[in-house]
């Protein structure tokens, strides 16, 4: 396997790779990240469909990526998935599945879509109940704060390895806007991976300037479940590709031979009955390795949801796989303490219009319009939960009513009390979950309770394991996708290891996928590397004026100095690029320029 950029290995199509009529393929979870590697099996390995296996614990394909209407309860989703332009191995997916919205692909019908309806933020962030918190899209960094970005930024990967990003940066970054933006963006608490949190500086340098208004984001038309999941299951079901749901499997065998490693046999429980199937070297088992939304528990209206601590399947089958050898992992890394991976989001699903008059007087959109409404999360700075909350292009589902409007809300503290019902997140019914809300958004106190009981139902939902992937690691901590000696199985999913993309990503969970695929099969077609732009100079002095607010560069040093050395870049190609950038002023005849034959928006 290797990696490739531009578009000309993008058209291209790989030849049949040899022995692929002698394979057959299991997949451990029907998760994005297997569904995805049986597509390209089938697609660029010529693979038949009906060669293709794929094992499910649950009833249902899709994972994380859920969206589900319950009986007696509600709407559910568990997350949002935010995306970008720069996710090359999603959209190379998703180009070659129908969509079943319009005449198309899926990327057809997501590309039209955000073409048509962009994405961003009018209030990203409130304070003082629903106020606008009038944070100018500034990131408000101290020179200080800035130096410890950059001191991370530069950092190898071996010196943020066990590091929480408390330890890499000070009170005073910590109470920066930036701060603020990205922890409720991306999920990060302080005790999370300085590792993670530098990984995340370099995948995602191209979006600081859209980092406070969200326009960096872009969002599919319904659920990630019936936008994404359904198109790519009822292709694969086209393909001919078999899925065994209500079967937990519960252990794999591997033989190893020196340095050569094969899987042997997959054991399975279903329908409460022991079973499994021999493995030969042409018998391949890709497995999702860890879960972040296993053991979530649903509350409801009145019920909060449980902290289930208990026996975990996921992440059990995984710690018997990693006993079996040292390149297989360390799960309790990611899943030993619970208390600092879990947190609780909430689905309240508004009746009428009384509550979206309060959404719209924040928003400044109409939520019923079908169009943008809050642009991505928006947050309640002051919270004690520190909450946040987002709207997508209603309906978010197919069985909506029009006089519904379905919210997506989260708490990063679940276990402070809160601000109006005085009782921690994690105590809360929905209806206390939608009390707090109500509260954040400014509706008057007298009106919360009403409006909390008959104008909303809500869905709370609490994930054990939600953030375990951003736990501090080390190398070694998440297996090779395809370790060392492995002749017919991968690791796939948001803990196994690869490159240098960002886990808590639709494209990481693609990607695992894609290269597990095109290394088993040996398909001769480079993967997608991912998006260079850390290593693009115009993207990082985009980057560093815009960290500073737009203000310039100021050398050290008398000011007569400093202009003596910006004097000397004149008419230099550096000088002009430092120039274009707002890092310098313009001296002399160089002066700044639009950029306009760049692709760097």
């Known amino acids: 396997m290797y990696y490739s950029s531009g578009?000309?290995?993008?058209?291209?199509r790989p030849r049949k790779p040899a022995g692929v009529d002698d394979k057959t393929a299991w997949f451990v979870g029907a998760g994005l990240t297997s569904m995805a590697s049986a597509v390209f099996m089938i697609r660029d390995g010529q693979l038949p469909g009906n060669r293709i296996t794929i094992l499910e614990r649950l009833e249902l394909p899709g994972g994380a990526l859920d969206g589900i209407r319950k009986p007696h309860k509600g709407f559910v989703i568990r997350g949002g998935r935010e995306m970008e332009d720069h996710m090359e191995c999603l959209w190379d997916l998703f180009r070659t599945i129908p969509s079943l919205e319009v005449d198309g692909s899926v990327l057809d019908e997501f590309y039209w879509l955000n073409k048509d309806d962009p994405n961003y933020s009018l209030t990203r962030v409130t304070h003082e109940r629903g106020k606008d918190a009038e944070t100018h899209n500034e990131f408000g960094l101290s020179d200080k704060a800035q130096k410890e970005m950059m001191k991370v930024f530069l950092a190898t990967r071996e010196e943020m390895e066990n590091k929480r990003i408390d330890e890499v940066v000070g009170e005073e970054f910590l109470a920066s806007n930036f701060w603020l933006y990205w922890r409720t963006m991306f999920a990060f608490e302080e005790w999370h991976s300085a590792l993670e949190f530098k990984l995340y500086l370099h995948r995602f340098v191209h979006h600081i300037s859209g980092l406070p208004d969200l326009s960096a984001l872009k969002f599919t038309k319904y659920n990630q479940y019936e936008s994404l999941v359904l198109p790519m299951y009822r292709w694969l079901l086209d393909q001919g590709v078999t899925f065994e749901f209500s079967t937990e499997v519960t252990d794999i065998d591997f033989a190893f031979?020196?340095?050569?490693?094969?899987?042997?046999?997959?054991?399975?429980?279903?329908?409460?009955?022991?079973?499994g199937v021999d493995l030969t070297e042409d018998d391949l088992v890709l497995t999702t390795i860890g879960s972040l939304t296993e053991n979530s528990d649903d509350g409801n209206h009145h019920r909060p949801a449980a902290l289930n601590e208990g026996?975990?399947?996921?992440?059990?089958?995984?710690?018997?796989?990693?006993?079996?050898?040292?390149?297989?992992?360390?799960?309790?890394?990611?899943?030993?303490?619970?208390?600092?991976?879990?947190?609780?989001?909430a689905t309240v699903t508004t009746t009428g219009p009384e509550i979206p008059k309060y959404i719209q007087k924040i928003t400044k959109r109409?939520?019923?319009?079908?169009?943008?409404?809050?642009?991505?999360?928006?947050?309640?700075?002051?919270?004690?939960?520190?909450?946040?909350?987002?709207?997508?292009?209603?309906?978010?589902f197919k069985a909506q009513s029009p006089d519904e409007i379905v919210v997506w809300v989260y708490g990063l503290f679940v276990d402070t009390p809160g601000d109006y019902?005085?009782?921690?997140?994690?105590?809360?019914?929905?209806?206390?979950?939608?009390?707090?809300?109500?509260?954040?958004l400014g509706v008057p106190e007298a009106d919360i309770p009403e409006l909390a009981a008959h104008g909303a139902k809500t869905v709370p939902v609490m994930m054990p394991y939600v953030t375990s992937f951003f736990m501090p690691r080390q190398a070694g901590d998440r297996p090779a996708v395809v370790p060392e000696g492995a002749v017919n199985f991968a690791f796939i999913g948001q803990f196994a290891e690869t490159t240098r993309d960002t886990i808590f990503t639709t494209e990481y969970s693609v990607r695992t996928g894609?290269?597990?695929?095109?290394?088993?099969?040996?398909?001769?077609?480079?993967?997608?590397?991912?998006?260079?732009?850390?290593?693009?100079?115009?993207?990082?002095?985009?980057?560093?004026?815009?960290?500073?607010?737009?203000?310039?560069?100021?050398?050290?040093?008398?000011?007569?100095i400093g202009n003596k050395i910006i004097s000397h870049l004149d008419h230099t190609e550096i000088g002009q690029l430092l120039t274009d950038f707002g890092v310098v002023p313009e001296v002399g005849g160089t002066v700044q320029r639009p950029r306009a034959d760049d692709a760097i928006a």
């Not at 031979?257 to 079973?275: E, S």
């Not at 975990?312 to 208390?339: E, H, N, Q, T, Y």
């Not at 109409?366 to 987002?390: E, H, Q, R």
């Open 7 to 12: 578009n000309y290995e993008a058209f291209a």
């Open 257 to 275: 031979d020196g340095d050569r490693k094969q899987a042997t046999r997959i054991h399975w429980i279903r329908d409460g009955v022991a079973g």
């Open 311 to 345: 026996p975990a399947p996921a992440w059990d089958l995984w710690r018997r796989i990693a006993a079996k050898d040292p390149s297989f992992g360390r799960p309790d890394v990611f899943a030993g303490d619970i208390a600092k991976s879990k947190w609780e989001s």
């Open 366 to 396: 109409d939520p019923f319009s079908g169009k943008v409404v809050t642009g991505g999360i928006v947050t309640a700075k002051d919270s004690a939960w520190l909450l946040s909350w987002t709207i997508n292009r209603q309906p978010h």
């Open 421 to 440: 019902v005085k009782k921690t997140m994690s105590e809360c019914t929905g209806e206390e979950i939608t009390q707090e809300w109500l509260y954040h």
């Open 514 to 560: 894609m290269e597990a695929a095109y290394q088993l099969l040996g398909i001769d077609r480079g993967v997608p590397e991912v998006f260079n732009s850390t290593y693009d100079l115009r993207f990082l002095l985009k980057a560093a004026t815009r960290l500073r607010d737009g203000s310039e560069v100021e050398l050290p040093g008398p000011k007569f």
